[in-house]
């Protein structure tokens, strides 16, 4: 039987959502994925690994738009149409998240991995959000922009994000029910909410 821990977390843009994914990982001393898994996925598959960050959460036109760029397991130019399907992109990299938590525990932020993992006993899913206000100083700081360029980017990458995680799981993104449990960083702080989490976690598989 498998005992390993997951812990899936979605996040809003800028929540914070990575960073408590990060020190809880350290926390609880189990690995931590988050791009790293679209490295790992390219290298199990094959396919350059373009082709997974040009696709990483965006709904499945994104995906068509980065076929279309004409990435091939090869590395050469070839026309969309006679590399994968979106659906495809999905199951590959769904099949690295089975095989992450087949070996270890660890924390998988975003990539659909609550449904992925939905029927793995030690899978507890979180979503990470926080105050718009929050978000825009973050954002504006990080990527040295504007407030007002931040409060764009919030938006699109979180329709992006919600499109590609209803499409694949039929679920919708950020709703409460979706997931085990919905946390606002900003009634607790990053390092308070790590530390809610960790007592969560260890109350649910350690007792």
């Not at 843009?13 to 994925?33: D, M, P, R, T």
């Not at 764009?152 to 709703?175: F, P």
């Amino acid at each position: 039987m498998n005992n390993n821990i997951i812990i899936s977390i979605g996040r809003q843009f800028g929540s914070g959502g990575g960073e408590v994914g990060k020190k809880l990982a350290n926390k609880l001393n189990i690995a931590y994925y988050d791009r790293e898994l679209l490295a790992i996925a390219a290298q199990e598959s094959g396919l350059c690994p373009e082709v997974f960050e040009k696709a990483d959460e965006r709904e499945s036109s994104g995906l068509s738009h980065a076929l279309s760029l004409g990435f091939s397991p090869l590395g050469m130019y070839i026309p969309c149409d006679d590399i994968l399907s979106n659906e495809k992109l999905f199951l590959l990299q769904s099949e690295t998240v089975r095989n992450l938590a087949e070996k270890e525990s660890c924390v998988i932020i975003g990539r659909c991995s609550d449904y992925i993992l939905r029927n793995h006993p030690g899978c507890l899913s979180f979503f990470i959000h926080n105050t718009l206000n929050n978000r825009v100083k973050h954002i504006a700081e990080r990527e040295n922009v504007s407030e007002a360029r931040a409060k764009e980017l919030i938006a699109k990458i979180d329709k992006s994000r919600a499109a590609y995680y209803n499409y694949y799981t039929n679920k919708q993104w950020g709703v409460a029910s979706s997931y085990n449990f919905s946390i606002d960083v900003s009634v607790l702080g990053t390092d308070g909410t790590v530390a809610f989490l960790n007592d969560l976690i260890i109350r649910k598989f350690k007792q």
